[in-house]
């Protein structure tokens, strides 16, 4: 289970169908909220939020309300736009598609569930594609790995070239949520993924592991996921930790390595260029 990470399918859905926008108000309960034999809780109690606030924040709250003013078969669209539940067709083997319930499957807290990443299960893989599709103004593309296939002689067999799957959105959605997320990592629960001169956007996640059918107390996913530069992104990436500890935030444990490992890299390929 993804945990807070997903909750970029409902920012992309109510963003897009005109549920919301960015400055409108949620009443976040303070910090509980009930749906169904459920009571929902924020990490931190919150009153009023706006929309943008809800992701920047992570509030478990705010996002199940979006969730229920949209509904679950819009949510259950978009889920399924961004390829969860399906194979992304990566060239591996081995690839699962993970388990995203149709409505009709829904129980009465599935609603106040799924949305903040939980009722779900995913893979990194498709993490990865999904946060890269807000990234590439909305266009989600297939993961590939081989660029070229080479015979004996040095001579080009096949090259593979990137592949556009379907537009998940349209272009100024994409533009909304990359502010958004942008504003998660500079006023939010992602400021540990801050780089210096340069605007990262991303989302944190963290989530219980589920232990012999039941959420554990004790054991979690730790996540974030992102790209930067926000305005021209060069690359996205996605850490996860299982049961880091004895932090066990996303915001914490998991987006750090994501400021380390993305310097590094926007470092080379900017050195690359001027190879060049």
């Known amino acids: 289970e993804p945990g807070s990470v ?13 549920i919301f926008k960015e400055k409108d108000i949620l009443f976040c309960e303070n910090g509980k909220y009930r749906i169904g034999n459920h009571t929902l809780s924020d990490h931190q109690g919150h009153g009023n939020l706006t929309f943008s606030q809800v992701i920047e924040q992570s509030s478990n709250i705010g996002t199940a309300k979006i969730a229920q003013k949209m509904g679950p078969n819009t949510f259950h669209r978009y889920a399924k736009r961004f390829r969860f539940g399906q ?37 990194p893989l498709q993490l990865a594609a999904a946060i890269s599709a807000i990234a590439n103004d909305g266009v989600y593309m297939k993961p590939f790995v081989v660029k070229y296939i080479k015979d004996n002689h040095d001579e080009l067999i096949k090259v593979f070239e990137p592949e556009a799957v379907d537009r998940i959105m349209s272009s100024s959605t994409a533009t909304r949520v990359k502010e958004i997320l942008a504003a998660a990592v ?40 992102g790209f930067a530069p926000a305005d021209d992104p060069k690359i996205a990436g996605v850490v996860m930790f299982d049961e880091p500890s004895p932090n066990y935030y996303g915001g914490t444990v ?19 260029e001027l190879a060049f």
């Open 186 to 225: 500079e006023n939010g629960t992602g400021k540990r993924a801050r780089i210096k001169g340069v605007r990262v956007a991303g989302k944190t996640g963290t989530a219980r592991k589920i232990i012999d059918g039941h959420y554990s107390r004790s054991k979690y996913f730790a996540s974030f996921i």
């Open 6 to 18: 997903f909750k970029i399918v409902a920012a992309v859905a109510a963003l897009e169908e005109d």
């Open 87 to 123: 194979l992304t067709g990566i060239d591996l083997r081995g690839e699962v598609g993970g388990v995203l319930k149709d409505p009709s499957r829904w129980s009465a807290t599935t609603i106040g569930a799924m949305p903040i990443g939980h009722e779900v299960t995913v893979t």
């Open 254 to 272: 998991a987006a750090p390595v994501f400021q380390e490992v993305v310097t590094n890299v926007l470092k080379y390929l900017k050195a690359s």
